[in-house]
């Protein structure tokens, strides 16, 4: 977090949980979700696009198990990759207990379709056996029918009773380690949603915008809502829902946390829009620095700007920083100051290679302290 005092966020504070090996709340990093999209039944598939997720960062996935397939399919999920797996439960309560017995690290139930309180108590029973916690997965579009006929509609004050009511009963049945959303589609209603529900507990929050469209426009809306709530300090796991890869997801999700100071993971590049004063191609240059550069996991900060109006003031403020100048000659910053000249032809290489070399001092110093502190 930034020292200074407008750049800071005030969390708010909630008990904390455990999603398999992932603590969630509390003062646990925000963490990222994603959800896969290939047919749990084929384990293989599922296995290769959790593992893509991974490669992008993710903390906890969660898979879909609507048929005694999938679950049976879950085990095998859950030994072949190296994150938390959430199963997604819906109307069917058997195959919570089927997920739970099958190694899910969590399991989430929508109380609204899931059933009657005594088959949300024998998920309950499930998941105090095998270690599960559990999301109370409120949302908009699903309702208790009680609830649509007091309020007329889906409301914030709709959201917050249901999941109030149903974390009530997991209390009444002893059951403390779990989570709540309330989401919704419209982005109003969401935020609204999730603010009255912080005020009023201190239960974990999972944060998202659901069904927010595809990647361009389900960005644009997740980064509004989640922003806004991730700034008041609201929100301990999030994930983006966006009609994309799941990685995708992971990328925008963790994009947010950056922004706002919240986590850092990979290379942060600062780049201008560009315009006619730019020194080299900035838009191609930095979507090749992107892609060449996506398996750095070390937070570092990059500048990439066309010319000297802001360039120079930006690089103060970051590891590396290139400014465009003329005849083909660029200026290279390290640490904010002046370093050397770069022609443009070597220069995405050239930015390439300080970038890891500058990953491998931060390794070596890591490495270094961790070991003096033995």
């Known amino acids: 977090m930034s020292y200074r005092p407008y750049q800071q966020i005030l969390r708010r504070k909630s008990r904390q949980i ?11 990093p925000i963490t990222v979700q994603t959800m896969t999209n290939t047919p749990t039944e084929d384990a293989a598939a599922t296995i290769a696009q959790i593992r893509l997720s991974e490669l992008a960062g993710v903390d906890i996935v969660r898979v879909s198990c609507p048929t005694e397939e999938s679950t049976a399919a879950l085990a095998e ?15 069917h309560y058997r195959r919570a207990i089927e997920a739970a017995r099958a190694g899910a690290a ?63 009963h997991l209390q009444d049945l002893d059951f403390h380690e779990f989570k709540i959303s309330v989401k919704a589609s419209d982005v109003f209603l969401a935020v609204a949603a999730y603010q009255q529900l912080a005020e009023v507990c201190d239960h974990p929050l999972h944060i998202g915008i659901t069904e927010a469209g595809g990647k361009r426009a389900g ?58 004063r730019q020194g080299f191609d900035v838009i191609r240059t930095v979507a090749t620095l992107e892609d060449r550069l996506s398996h750095i996991e070390t937070p570092v900060t990059l500048s990439i700007i066309g010319c000297v109006v802001n360039g120079p003031g930006e690089a103060l403020m970051t590891d590396i920083g290139l400014t465009g100048g003329g005849a083909g000659t660029h200026m290279i910053y390290g640490m904010g100051k002046t370093s050397h000249t770069i022609r443009t032809e070597e220069m995405v290489d050239h930015i390439v290679s300080l970038v890891e070399a500058r990953v491998a001092r931060i390794e070596a110093a890591k490495a270094a302290e961790a070991l003096a502190a033995e």
């Not at 999920?77 to 109307?91: L, Q």
């Not at 922003?227 to 929100?235: M, N, P, R």
């Not at 829902?241 to 942060?268: D, N, Q, T, Y």
Request: include cysteine.
């Open 219 to 276: 960005t644009v809306k997740s980064a509004i809502g989640l922003g806004s709530l991730l700034w008041a300090g609201i929100g301990d796991t999030l994930r983006v829902s966006l009609s994309a890869e799941p990685e995708e997801e992971v990328h925008v999700g963790w994009e947010m946390l950056k922004s706002l100071g919240i986590r850092h993971r990979g290379v942060k590049i600062i780049s201008c829009p560009s315009c006619a």
């Open 106 to 168: 969590c399991l989430r139930i929508n109380p609204g379709n899931i059933g009657s309180k005594d088959r949300v108590k024998e998920v309950v029973q499930a998941a105090r056996d095998h270690g599960c916690s559990i999301r109370i997965g409120v949302n908009a579009g699903s309702l208790e029918k009680h609830l649509l006929e007091k309020y007329g509609e889906p409301n914030p004050e709709a959201l917050v009773e249901s999941a109030l009511w149903h974390a009530a």
């Open 18 to 28: 455990m999603v398999g090996r992932v603590p969630v709340g509390g003062d646990a």
């Open 77 to 91: 999920i859950v030994r072949e990759v190296n994150v938390p797996i959430v199963a997604d439960i819906h109307f």
